[in-house]
């Protein structure tokens, strides 16, 4: 409404890039299990009940497998097609 009457400046977006909406789903699955197993480690952690698991070992793995989701997702150049 303030844009409308020139009241504040006009807001330019970015244009958001295009994905497929398969890989979108997937993402977020696999975001929302590693969530879990990530709630599980810090459970564990702080009942003392981690003596069964190496909790360095499991939150390196997590920290791997999120890198690899960020490449995913990260934007593509102009020569590549979006995912």
């Given at each position: ?17 295009k994905a497929d909406p398969a890989l ?60």
């Amino acid at each position: 409404m303030r844009e409308a009457l020139g009241l504040v400046d006009t807001r330019r977006r970015r244009p958001m890039p295009k994905a497929d909406p398969a890989l979108l789903r997937e993402l977020g699955r696999i975001g929302g299990n590693l969530n879990q197993i990530a709630r599980w480690l810090n459970i564990a952690n702080a009942t003392g009940s981690h003596t069964d698991i190496d909790a360095l070992v499991v939150a390196t793995k997590l920290v791997a497998i999120e890198r690899a989701m960020t490449t995913l997702t990260a934007p593509t150049t102009s020569d590549q097609p979006p995912c």
